[in-house]
């Protein structure tokens, strides 16, 4: 059974939907496929903070309501090593803040805004003549009935392992990737947080950050051996090493816990496929780059990627030029490789090693960072996000 659509977009996460509403705003055409079920992606816990630059893309989006009233907006954030916390206000460095809205709310209010047709529980997906001007997506609908869907442009937002990605043959495209000696014991709390914006603290028996998704619920990690089992860290475990790290006590401030709901590991990686375009097809999101969670950009770039490809496919399928969609894909890597480094950058600072040597530098880098105006404001730039 063969359908037709302007932009196939393979993903029905936060960059596929996204795409998929700004295109429609601009009286484009789409169709979405979804391999997993609607309330799965709905419910998928991920990132947690969105940058000034992701905020500004939402809210022009008509997306920005729900945000601004039940998000949270923080100025900056606090480092810390044993015996000293420092904030670091990115307001007052920048001008620019971030707000604390978790992926399944942004999920939320797209699969409310958009009223598109999207697919859910599909098999077998594969992509096809990518580069000619007729490419098309096959796949299998959840009633076993073999679909295939002709499109002007395939959109790839359906991250790392699927089909998009491996659709462009290993001729054509070349991947740079980094895999880290740790990875992070990732909880949810139904506990209030026990401080007002997020602590990245570095300890010699490993990183800590001390997150929230909202003022009920916290969000904590812990830096652990690749490989760990979440069934060898009970809840008491888990809120002792906390509270080690995160410096209970110091200066009169608690870490009170709470009843964990969810316990995962998460192996920490950078991937940088490229390029982002083959022939038809446009990655963005996981689906061309991974970075490790420490630089909460993870859910920014992909928002960051879309931003810019809508208005490029809106352009070339309206006949008004293919410069912009010739340019997506390099324009899109400066901003992946910035978000990168930025991302390899706060995890070697902040995450421990067996090194002494590592630890010293480590220390002093921190050091630097927190008494200097120049350091601060890197960072501050970095990680509330550089304007589009």
């Not at 730039?381 to 589009?388: D, F, H, S, T």
Request: aromatic letters at 8%; glycine letters at 10%; charged letters at 20%.
């Amino acid at each position: 059974m063969v359908m037709r659509t302007e932009v196939a977009i393979v993903g029905a996460g936060p960059a596929g939907l996204l795409l998929a509403h700004l295109l429609d705003r601009a009286g484009i055409e789409s169709v979405v496929v979804e391999t997993r079920s609607q309330e799965y992606v709905a419910s998928r816990i991920r990132a947690g903070i969105l940058e000034q630059s992701s905020v500004d893309v939402l809210t022009a989006a008509g997306l920005g309501d729900r945000l601004r009233a039940e998000g949270h907006e923080h100025r900056g954030v606090y480092l810390q090593w044993p015996g000293g916390r420092h904030h670091l206000d990115f307001v007052d460095l920048t001008g620019r803040s971030v707000w604390v809205y978790g992926q399944t709310e942004v999920q939320k209010d797209l699969v409310r805004a958009h009223g598109g047709p999207v697919v859910y529980e599909v098999t077998d997906t594969a992509l096809h003549d990518l580069t000619t001007d007729h490419p098309y997506v096959t796949y299998t609908d959840r009633d076993g009935v073999g679909r295939r869907l002709d499109a002007a442009v395939i959109a790839g937002c359906d991250g790392s392992f699927g089909p998009s990605r491996a659709a462009v043959p290993q001729s054509a495209r070349q991947v740079y990737e980094r895999t880290y000696p740790y990875s992070w014991l990732g909880v949810l709390a139904d506990v209030a947080p026990s401080t007002d914006e997020l602590i990245y603290a570095w300890h010699p028996d490993g990183f800590a950050l001390h997150s929230m998704r909202s003022p009920t619920v916290s969000r904590l990690y812990l830096q652990v051996p690749n490989g760990t089992d979440p069934q060898t860290w009970p809840d008491e475990r888990v809120w002792s090493e906390l509270a080690k790290r995160l410096g209970h006590g110091q200066d009169g401030w608690t870490l009170t816990p709470g009843p964990i709901t969810e316990k995962s590991v998460l192996p920490m990686r950078s991937l940088v496929q490229t390029p982002m375009r083959h022939g038809r097809l446009f990655l963005a999101g996981d689906a061309a780059h991974i970075v490790p969670p420490t630089g909460a950009k993870g859910l920014n770039l992909a928002i960051a990627d879309v931003a810019r490809l809508a208005p490029a496919l809106t352009a070339l399928l309206r006949g008004n030029g293919s410069a912009r969609a010739e340019r997506y894909s390099d324009d899109a890597l400066a901003r992946v490789w910035r978000c990168t480094h930025f991302s390899w950058w706060m995890t070697t600072m902040l995450h421990a090693t067996s090194d002494p040597f590592d630890a010293q530098l480590q220390l002093s880098q921190l050091r630097w960072v927190t008494s200097s105006r120049a350091g601060a404001t890197g960072l501050a730039e970095n990680y509330a996000g550089l304007p589009l």
